[in-house]
């Protein structure tokens, strides 16, 4: 598990490296856009989704990640339970 209990944008690129690639590198600029529009199939968001539960401890609801999800919704949601599991 992280020893962070925040977690930020430089986190979910890691992760999204680690999950599906290069598709990350971009991610700051694209915070608002959606994960379909940025090239992430469902797919790719349930490994992201499993990771971040392994790595941080955590259970997601499917919503973070599905339909109009974006990054800034994801980095909220995980910090949202970070902080209710501290």
């Known amino acids: ?12 690129t890691t992760i999204l490296f680690a999950a599906a690639g290069d598709q990350g590198a971009e991610l700051a600029a694209e915070l608002g856009t959606e994960f379909e529009a940025l090239g992430y ?19 997601l609801d499917d919503d973070p990640l599905t339909g109009e999800s974006t990054p800034q919704s994801l980095i909220d949601s995980v910090n949202s339970l ?3 599991s501290v």
């Not at 469902?42 to 971040?52: H, P, V």
């Open 82 to 84: 970070l902080a209710t």
């Open 41 to 59: 199939d469902s797919l790719a968001l349930l490994e992201i989704s499993g990771r971040i539960e392994r790595e941080y401890g955590i259970s």
């Open 1 to 12: 598990m992280a020893t962070t209990a925040t977690f930020t944008l430089d986190d979910l």
